[in-house]
């Protein structure tokens, strides 16, 4: 089983892609957080595989957390950015 972490600063985007991921086989979403910071403190606790993060977000994004504080961020192995330019 694969664990999925959602963190989008914009809870439509969160719940779009978890009804996604819950219907796919082999995929389980264990959290959710709508910014960098409490990803951090989810990811100090708790443990996914992958977490799925909005690289553009106020405060901490993926890009600032993941060069800045990649021991923060030690429950993944393996990181996905989601990015769209208009």
């Not at 719940?15 to 959290?31: A, N, P, Q, S």
Request: charged share 25%; proline share 2%.
């Amino acid at each position: 089983m694969i664990k999925v972490f959602l963190v989008d600063d914009h809870e439509l985007v969160r719940t779009g892609i978890r009804r996604i991921l819950e219907d796919v086989r082999g995929i389980k979403v264990v959290g959710e957080a709508d910014s960098g910071e409490d990803a951090v403190k989810w990811c100090r606790t708790e443990q996914a595989d992958i977490v799925l993060m909005d690289m553009n977000m106020p405060g901490i994004g993926c890009l600032l957390l993941y060069t800045s504080q990649p021991s923060s961020m030690n429950c993944v192995s393996k990181s996905l950015m989601l990015h769209c330019t208009r």
